[in-house]
């Protein structure tokens, strides 16, 4: 029996490796399967809605945070949209 036989071992991992790959790119990338966002899609531009409200001045950087903020209760900072 010669040495050969098990060339084709040897040679079967790395071109496996490169085949995987080049699978695994293929299919998270989606790259012939993408488009362009800009032409393929419309969006209706609506009038933009609101008021501007002053309600307090600070100066200086004495305070460090702002007064009632709710950074820490993000339950009650996200709310569904019932309208």
Do not use: C
């Amino acid at each position: 029996m010669s040495d050969d036989s098990g060339l084709w071992l040897l040679a079967a991992g790395p071109a496996g490796a490169s085949a995987l790959y080049w699978a695994l790119y293929r299919y998270y990338r989606n790259t012939d399967k993408s488009h362009a966002f800009e032409r393929e899609t419309t969006i209706e531009a609506k009038p933009v809605t609101g008021s501007d409200r002053k309600i307090d001045t600070i100066t200086g950087t004495q305070t460090t945070s702002i007064a009632g903020n709710n950074v820490g209760a993000y339950r009650s900072r996200v709310q569904r949209d019932t309208g």
